[in-house]
């Protein structure tokens, strides 16, 4: 199964190069004339079948108002740098990969 992440915009988009093997699309190249609000990143990864990466709960509070599809990871880890979040994605890739595959989970939560 491929990983397929919807980042937020708080989460660089160089996390892209650091986990090649998973298909992840920065919201910051989601096409659009606007800025991008949460609701119409929610919709697009609803869309194409994403999975949204965020540090915000507005994603989690989304969730909460329309269930899921799509589904949220969500770090809850503090200030860490785009290599920790890759390294800390890698070591928990299998997990992921379960919770993606779980009709009954919508959120998995990573703290540190």
Same mark, same amino acid.
């Given at each position: ?55 915000? $709960?507005?994603?989690?509070? =989304?969730?909460? %108002?329309?269930?899921?599809?799509? +589904?949220? #990871? ?5 200030? /860490?740098?785009?290599? $920790?979040?890759?390294?800390? =994605?890698?070591? %928990?890739?299998?997990?992921?990969? +379960?919770? #993606? ?5 919508? /959120? ?5």
């Amino acid at each position: 199964m491929t990983i397929r992440l919807i980042i937020d915009e708080n989460i660089s988009w160089r996390l892209k190069r650091l986990l090649p093997d998973w298909e992840i699309l920065p919201s910051n190249e989601i096409k659009t004339d606007i800025r991008l609000t949460d609701r119409m990143i929610w919709q697009s990864a609803k869309a194409n079948n994403y999975t949204i990466l965020t540090f915000d $709960e507005d994603f989690s509070e =989304l969730q909460n %108002l329309h269930s899921f599809p799509p +589904k949220i #990871i969500w770090l809850r880890t503090g200030n /860490v740098n785009t290599n $920790e979040i890759a390294a800390l =994605l890698s070591s %928990l890739q299998e997990e992921i990969i +379960k919770f #993606i595959g779980d009709k009954d989970l919508g /959120v998995y939560e990573i703290y540190l």
